[in-house]
């Protein structure tokens, strides 16, 4: 089965401090790309991040990055210098192949709260 | 800018009531998707177009139904909706549907059904 798990279903950090959100996986595809969306109460999903899984080199954006380890199937999130604005739901995902066509498929998500 | 766009942002209908969500694209994107997403839990994909082509997942609902009259625009019909359909509706598009292709999404519209 192709699935994604986030073990924590809520999380919260300080200001300014640093966070990881836990991510892991199941596919025995070799070729795929793991995406990190982000949805604020009330708004909408946004692309925070995507790691390409023949890359070794771990993405980043801004204060954003992940530390992807294939042979483990994992993929956190690492948020640094937490502003308020990033209090959302975290979604961890990928495409899989099902039925002759890709699909992208979510975990359960983790909702991150930044406290001032 | 290039969204995505989706009409209305909250809409309220009764049990049994036919209705109608409405998502708009201007990225010029091939494929676009509908996925049902109730209150804490992942977004679930119900169908997407790639351009013309249908392609409905197989736990999806007779009740939902999608219509791509061309590419910018996609609605999604609910021909009589239940109180287990209260959800929030997204709508995504992307390039192509392959492993590299991003998934951009619009705001969604909060569906409540009395």
């Known amino acids: 089965a192709q699935t994604v798990t986030q073990s924590q279903p809520e999380m919260s950090v300080q200001e300014a401090e640093t966070v990881t959100l836990s991510c892991t996986y199941d596919t025995s595809e070799n070729n795929y790309y793991l995406f990190w969306y982000k949805q604020p109460p009330s708004r909408q999903m946004i692309l925070v991040i995507r790691q390409e899984a023949y890359k070794q080199q771990n993405a980043t954006e801004n204060r954003f990055s992940v530390n992807f380890q294939k042979a483990a199937k994992s993929f956190s999130l690492k948020i640094s210098d937490s502003q308020l604005g990033d209090t959302a739901m975290y979604f961890c995902?990928?495409?899989?192949?099902?039925?002759?066509?890709?699909?992208?498929?979510f975990g359960k998500g983790t909702k991150l709260t930044v406290n001032p | 800018d290039a969204m995505v766009i989706q009409n209305p942002r909250y809409q309220v209908t009764q049990f049994g009531k036919p209705v109608t969500l409405s998502c708009s694209q201007t990225l010029n994107h091939n494929v676009m998707y509908w996925y049902q997403q109730k209150s804490s839990q992942a977004p679930k994909l119900l169908f997407h177009?790639?351009?013309?082509?249908?392609?409905n997942e197989a736990d999806t609902p007779d009740n939902f139904q999608s219509r791509r009259p061309n590419t910018s625009f996609c609605f999604l019909d609910i021909r009589s909706p239940g109180l287990g359909d209260a959800a929030m509706y997204l709508c995504?598009?992307?390039?192509?549907?392959?492993?590299?292709?991003?998934?951009?999404f619009g705001p969604g519209t909060r569906l409540t059904v009395l």
């Open positions: 995504a598009t992307s390039r192509g549907t392959g492993y590299t292709d991003t998934q951009y």
């Open positions: 995902a990928f495409i899989i192949t099902q039925g002759g066509s890709e699909k992208l498929v």
């Open positions: 177009y790639y351009d013309k082509d249908f392609n």
